[in-house]
């Protein structure tokens, strides 16, 4: 038997900071004076993620499979989202071996939550959380970040997929 053919995929999202709530990330709400802004939940990290894992088969991007267009992704939790590139890939015969991502914000405190993080993600995408890592930095106060304006994930993801014995 051949090894299992790999594939490595980033991903990388804004969303802007306004007034209100909630603020979502990674899946978890987090009490925040401030919120972000856009047409789902605007959970920048789970985003990030999915074009992560669609950009690794070449699958297109969520404003692809999710047009921003469309009512019906209107508030949408971005679980559910995830939850339909999970099955994109499983019908493929893809399988998730890890994903890692970087929220950098410069408020509120992320640590905090990562572990909530990864267990929702976990869930949703039935992965051990010792294959999702969650981190957060901060911009150092510098930029659109550093001003608050707004807060930006990027991830990667590495899929596997067994070879068929007497394919080439
Ligand atoms: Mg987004």
Redesign the pocket.
Known sequence: MSAPEMRVGTGY?V?QLVAGGPLVLGGVAIPAERGLL?HSD?D?AL?AIMDALLGAVALGDIGQHFPPSDPAYRGIDSRRLLAHVRDLLAREGWRIVNIDCTIVAERPKIAPHTAAMRAAIGETLGLATDRIGIKATTNERIGFIGREEGIAAIAVALLARESVVGSP
């Open positions: 999202d969303h856009g605007a920048v985003h």
